[in-house]
């Protein structure tokens, strides 16, 4: 089951994996699926932004994670 988070009367759900991460082997093949899980799964972080410049570098923004996958 996901966590969410609800504000306003809307419910989010963030970082959501929707396949594995494309590392290796699996980087440019077809998307495989994402491992499964049991239990309760928070989803209300945000996940990691796209390696970009200067995408991370807004003073009003602060640090994010950045990852390639």
């Known amino acids: ?3 969410g988070r609800p504000t306003d009367g809307v419910a989010s759900f963030k970082a959501i994996a929707y396949a594995a991460p494309p ?3 699996l980087r440019w093949r077809a998307l495989q699926s994402a491992e499964a899980w049991a239990g309760e799964r928070n989803a209300t972080p945000l996940g990691a932004i796209c390696i ?6 807004d003073p009003g923004v602060g640090l994010l ?3 390639k996958d």
Do not use: A, G, K, Q
């Open 1 to 3: 089951m996901l966590v």
């Open 23 to 25: 590392v290796v082997l």
């Open 52 to 57: 970009l410049s200067p995408s991370n570098c």
């Open 65 to 67: 994670p950045m990852s």
